[in-house]
């Protein structure tokens, strides 16, 4: 059985751990309401822009959006994969752990998604756990395009930008078949979705409001605009993804140090009575000694 | 008579920058400034980095904004941008730093064209920046 001491001792370092684990848990929860701030914030901008897609997409492909088929060549580009090239995937994990399966998922999936390529494939890494993920790397043919790290948690549109221009840049210059982002989303505070998005090529756009766009006058021409729209688009998704990803990892931070301050708890709670009972013994022994040693003397 | 009102919306990535009823708006169009009133023709018109004019019972608002489209419907303009910041907003003092700095890039030899490409853009961003800012007091 631990003396008396050493348990005090244990005792200390458990609840300067639950402090430290609390603390932990109301920066997380603070941070992550600003987060979900933020995702709210970046809806109109993505809405509208994703309306405006729609209607040009539908006045150049002759009133149906889906059929890129009308496009000219380097708006087709976004639109149709080049079955001949090779993959992107953009993994994007947190800067730290401590928030439970987080990052462990995404590397999961992301092996996962490794072993269906069969050939060669790039990568781009978003936050410290998935560059040191692919720096571990090993048996694969992998060349990492871009390194991002220390976004998080205060992730602004200059990041989605800088991100999407990468991935873009790759796109057009390696010639590539298509981009998947794995990254986990938002669903609500105790639970997060891992999510493998293809964002390259575009998915065929939903068919526009009816009347919108009807009559405009447009400055540069149609396909121009488009052009030009099309990475804006984009870079407001990755925005979305990013600001998921973050209140994700903020959520799972919350929820893990929440499990881990009970725990804590709970250890104290068991290290508090071990420690009572021995005290409790030791009296009773005291006692027994004492009540032994004046009999001894009495007779 | 009646008054016809302009509706004058900013959209930033990040949230709605400036939703206000105007009189009158200019806006850096593609091919050079496009001024705006009320009953405009609906267009979407590309915006280079520029200076947005707001006016408004004779009261000037000035905002850089960095790219981006406009789209304008009956009596409402929507901007679209990455970045629209107020003049009283922008912090002077920095935005000369930026322009200085990217005046010296653009002035080092031996630069490939991306980098050349990405320092003037950031001077002119500067620049646009900078020269809102000095109307602040106006």
Same mark, same amino acid.
């Given at each position: 059985?631990?003396?008396?001491?050493?348990?005090?001792?244990?005792?200390?370092?458990?609840?300067?751990?639950?402090?430290?684990?609390?603390?932990?848990?109301?920066?997380?929860?603070?941070?992550?309401?600003?987060?979900? /701030?933020?995702?709210?914030?970046?809806?109109?901008?993505?809405?509208?822009?994703?309306?405006?897609?729609?209607?040009?997409?539908?006045?150049?492909?002759?009133?149906?959006?889906?059929?890129?088929?009308?496009?000219?060549?380097?708006?087709?580009? &976004?639109?149709?994969?080049?079955?001949?090239?090779?993959?992107?995937?953009?993994?994007?994990?947190?800067?730290?752990?401590?928030?439970?399966?987080?990052?462990?998922?995404?590397?999961?999936?992301?092996?996962?998604?490794?072993?269906?390529?069969?050939?060669?494939?790039?990568?781009?890494?978003?936050?410290?756990?998935?560059?040191?993920?692919?720096?571990?790397?090993?048996?694969?043919?992998?060349?990492?395009?871009?390194?991002?790290?220390?976004?998080?948690?205060?992730?602004?549109?200059?990041?989605?930008?800088?991100?999407?221009?990468?991935?873009?840049?790759?796109?057009?210059?390696?010639?590539?078949?298509?981009?998947?982002?794995?990254?986990?989303?938002?669903?609500?505070?105790?639970? /997060?979705?891992?999510?493998?998005?293809?964002?390259?090529?575009?998915?065929?756009?939903?068919?526009?409001?009816?009347?919108?766009?009807?009559?405009?006058?447009?400055?540069?021409?149609?396909?121009?605009?488009?052009?030009?729209?099309?990475?804006? &688009?984009?870079?407001?998704?990755? &925005?979305?993804?990013?600001?998921?990803?973050?209140?994700?990892?903020?959520?799972?931070?919350?929820?893990?140090?929440?499990?881990?301050?009970?725990?804590?708890?709970?250890?104290?709670?068991?290290?508090?009575?071990?420690?009572?009972? /021995?005290?409790?013994?030791?009296?009773?022994?005291?006692?027994?000694?004492?009540?032994?040693?004046?009999?001894?003397?009495?007779? | 008579?009646?008054?016809?009102?302009?509706?004058?919306?900013?959209?930033?990535?990040?949230?709605?920058?400036?939703?206000? %009823?105007?009189?009158?708006?200019?806006? %850096?169009?593609?091919?050079?400034?496009?001024?705006?009133?009320?009953?405009?023709? %609906?267009?979407?018109?590309?915006?280079?980095?520029?200076?947005?004019?707001?006016?408004?019972?004779?009261?000037?608002?000035?905002?850089?904004?960095?790219?981006?489209?406009?789209?304008?419907?009956?009596?409402?303009?929507?901007?679209?941008?990455?970045?629209?910041?107020?003049?009283?907003?922008?912090?002077?003092?920095?935005?000369?730093?930026?322009?200085?700095?990217?005046?010296?890039?653009?002035?080092?030899?031996?630069?490939? %064209?991306?980098?050349?490409?990405?320092?003037?853009?950031?001077?002119?961003?500067?620049?646009?920046?900078?020269?809102?800012?000095?109307?602040?007091?106006?």
């Amino acid at each position: 059985m631990a003396s008396l001491r050493e348990i005090r001792r244990k005792i200390k370092s458990v609840k300067s751990t639950e402090q430290i684990t609390k603390a932990m848990k109301m920066v997380a929860a603070a941070r992550m309401r600003r987060a979900q /701030q933020a995702i709210l914030a970046a809806r109109p901008f993505a809405v509208r822009l994703d309306e405006l897609c729609r209607g040009l997409a539908e006045r150049i492909g002759k009133n149906s959006a889906s059929d890129s088929a009308n496009f000219p060549a380097s708006l087709k580009r &976004y639109f149709q994969s080049n079955s001949q090239g090779a993959s992107l995937i953009v993994l994007i994990a947190a800067d730290k752990g401590l928030c439970g399966a987080f990052n462990s998922n995404l590397i999961r999936a992301s092996l996962g998604w490794m072993q269906r390529q069969n050939h060669k494939f790039y990568a781009i890494t978003v936050g410290r756990k998935s560059r040191d993920f692919f720096k571990r790397l090993k048996g694969f043919d992998c060349e990492v395009l871009h390194e991002m790290t220390g976004i998080f948690p205060k992730v602004s549109f200059t990041h989605a930008e800088i991100l999407g221009q990468e991935i873009l840049k790759a796109y057009f210059e390696k010639n590539l078949s298509n981009v998947i982002v794995v990254y986990n989303e938002f669903k609500s505070v105790a639970q /997060q979705k891992l999510v493998e998005f293809p964002i390259l090529p575009i998915a065929p756009l939903a068919k526009a409001l009816p009347g919108s766009l009807v009559d405009y006058e447009f400055e540069p021409k149609e396909d121009v605009l488009l052009e030009a729209l099309l990475p804006r &688009y984009l870079k407001a998704q990755i &925005y979305r993804i990013l600001l998921e990803s973050q209140a994700a990892e903020l959520s799972a931070r919350m929820n893990a140090m929440d499990a881990a301050s009970k725990n804590a708890k709970e250890i104290r709670a068991s290290l508090n009575l071990s420690l009572n009972r /021995q005290r409790q013994a030791m009296i009773t022994k005291e006692i027994a000694e004492l009540v032994g040693g004046a009999e001894a003397l009495a007779s | 008579m009646a008054e016809k009102i302009l509706e004058v919306e900013m959209v930033t990535p990040e949230k709605i920058s400036f939703r206000e %009823p105007a009189d009158f708006v200019v806006i %850096p169009a593609f091919q050079g400034e496009l001024g705006v009133l009320p009953d405009h023709a %609906p267009s979407l018109v590309q915006l280079k980095v520029g200076e947005v004019r707001v006016t408004k019972g004779g009261q000037v608002h000035h905002f850089a904004i960095s790219g981006g489209f406009a789209e304008i419907k009956k009596n409402k303009i929507s901007l679209f941008a990455e970045t629209a910041e107020m003049a009283d907003e922008i912090d002077a003092e920095r935005a000369r730093q930026a322009f200085e700095r990217a005046k010296a890039e653009t002035l080092k030899p031996g630069l490939d %064209p991306l980098t050349m490409a990405g320092a003037e853009a950031s001077m002119r961003r500067a620049q646009i920046r900078l020269q809102v800012a000095s109307k602040r007091s106006r």
